[in-house]
């Protein structure tokens, strides 16, 4: 009987935690290496123009969805917003810490010829193609798959060429509740897969 008991309320537990409160709530984005680049200031030159990046997403406003037991919605939004000055900022932070000085730009049409006339060495933009979270709750579990696309142009000046590469990533994890923070942890290691792929060879 006492195990009849204790079922019963480990059960109604994982209820209460998918059935949890609804709202919009912002994640944090940061990009936060976990490898070194010596050589990414020979690749890139000491100064770096950032172009505007560019969402392209149908749905610009939110960057994932949870559906909890009962159906009920909550969204997540980037922070800082919106997405592609979350991803710029976070770009920037990290790339000064090896020696390479960004300056924000107001446009670039991204061709080669371009890149001649520019008075810093590169210039950076980034297409986000997809970046999407989506949490379903079910009695016992919550399953979570993330999907990043973007799609990054490096215009070398020494080289007059621009490189552009194509990456996506798509992961899943399955956890007994899930929260905003472990939606943005898992997010943010997305992030630091990618860029710490791109940073350690850019072209």
């Excluded at 960057?63 to 976070?90: C, M, W």
């Amino acid at each position: 009987m006492k195990s009849i008991h204790w079922l019963f309320i480990l059960f109604l537990g994982y209820f209460v935690l998918g059935c949890a409160k609804t709202g919009t709530f912002s994640l944090s984005l940061r990009y936060q290496p976990v490898k070194d680049f010596p050589s990414l200031q020979t690749k890139t030159g000491p100064t770096l123009s950032m172009a505007p990046f560019k969402d392209e997403r149908r749905d610009t406003l939110y960057i994932g969805v949870h559906t909890n037991l009962q159906g009920d919605s909550s969204y997540f939004k980037s922070n800082p917003f919106p997405l592609e000055r979350a991803i710029k900022e976070s770009l920037s932070d990290t790339l000064s810490r090896y020696g390479v000085k960004t300056i924000p730009i107001s446009n670039w049409d991204g061709k080669p010829e371009s890149l001649k006339n520019m008075e810093t060495d590169s210039v950076l933009m980034i297409e986000i193609k997809r970046f999407w979270t989506e949490g379903k709750a079910s009695a016992f579990r919550t399953t979570v798959k993330t999907t990043v696309q973007l799609v990054i142009h490096l215009g070398v000046k020494k080289e007059g060429k621009v490189f552009t590469r194509n990456v996506e990533v798509e992961k899943e994890m399955t956890v007994a509740r899930s929260t905003p923070e472990k939606v943005e942890a898992m997010i943010n290691q997305i992030l630091t897969d990618i860029f710490d792929s791109y940073f350690s060879n850019p072209y």
